[in-house]
């Protein structure tokens, strides 16, 4: 009986790239309620994260890399695998994040081909489901009882409104999805508070996609914000992609020194960011080009010196991963 190892090299090849380039999992259907969107998913706890709010719900399962079963068969799979991944440029992997009802980040990894410390490319998908409806917060009838609504479970702070001057929490949220990233993987959650795996990546490319069979005339800014005076209104996939651009351009190039300090896990982990809409480019960073303008902060609460030997430092941890770097 025929093996693997054992039919000619040509099909082994063809064999291996159908399994590298096969999806991992299916993109959810964003026709779904809202119920059965969250049902099975959990907010994820390890490791710990610095983002103000970590509100996204995840699969319970751990992900599973196409490849990781081939890699463990015998080393002549493994370097054959290897081989077919670099020759098939596939080093990528491909993000699904639903945005639901505005108030909920829903991911799922629907293609990694490897379980790696370093990928070329990570492809995001955002994609809007459902709408903001503040009758499902925390509601109250007669004599003061409390009532819980399907989004209660999730917390005060959560969707586009502000609070505790931290900015609206679904930025926070966002971030938290490339924070877990690059201290996890595609994997998500360990069971060590403190694990930090430095996963690098080449490019981050951002595709915010129109939801279908939407009136472009209900498109407005997220109503879970207080910023639609519509209430039939859906988050306009612009005003998403742009509130995007922003939080990426303020981690890179604010003058705050708090920002500077949260986006130094792009600075130490990624070459370029790449935000579009429907395709559409919206903005590129070149993240060296941005770590080596940064100079002064407001308030001085980060001297000149310390900038000075952090960009050293980070020059050399971004050579050592095999990122871009810059003559200062």
């Known amino acids: 009986m025929s093996t693997l190892t054992s039919i000619p090299r040509e099909l082994r090849d063809h064999i291996l790239g159908y399994v590298i380039q096969t999806n991992t999992n299916d993109a959810p259907d964003i026709n779904q309620t809202f119920e059965d969107l969250v049902q099975d998913r959990k907010v994820f706890t390890n490791p710990s994260l610095n983002s103000w709010c970590t509100t996204v719900l995840y ?41 639901l009802d505005e108030i909920l980040p829903l991911v799922t990894w629907t293609h990694v081909p490897i379980f790696a410390t370093s990928y070329d490319k990570v492809n995001v998908t955002y994609r809007i489901s459902g709408v903001y409806d503040d009758q ?52 998500g959650e360990g069971s060590d508070k403190h694990a930090h795996s430095h996963i690098t990546v080449k490019t981050i490319d951002i595709n915010v996609q129109t939801p279908p069979g939407v009136d472009p005339s209900l498109f407005r800014h997220a109503r879970s914000g207080g910023y639609s005076d519509r209430d039939d209104s859906v988050l306009d996939p612009k005003h998403l992609a742009t509130f995007i651009t922003q939080n990426i351009s303020c981690l890179l190039r604010s003058e705050d020194h708090e920002w500077f300090r949260y986006g130094s896990v792009l600075f130490e982990h990624v070459d370029h960011v790449v935000i579009k809409c429907d395709g559409n480019l ?20 980060l001297s000149q010196e310390a900038l000075a030997v952090y960009k050293e430092t980070t020059w050399k941890a971004r050579k050592q991963r095999g990122l871009k770097v810059l003559e200062d």
């Open 282 to 301: 919206i903005s590129e960073l070149d993240v060296a080009e941005c770590l080596s303008d940064a100079a002064g902060f407001r308030e001085h609460h």
């Open 59 to 99: 699969q319970p399962e751990t992900t599973i890399a196409n490849t990781t079963s081939i890699l463990f068969t015998n080393r002549q799979l493994r370097n054959e695998t290897l081989e077919n991944i670099k020759r098939l440029n596939a080093n990528v992997c491909e993000l699904d994040v639903i945005i």
């Open 136 to 187: 499902k917060e925390v509601g109250w009838i007669e004599e003061g009882t409390r009532v819980d609504g399907p989004y209660t479970k999730y917390g005060l702070y959560k969707r586009f409104r502000g609070g505790n001057g931290a900015g609206p929490a679904i930025g926070w949220q966002l971030y938290s999805i490339l924070e877990r990233f690059i201290k996890a993987g595609p994997t």
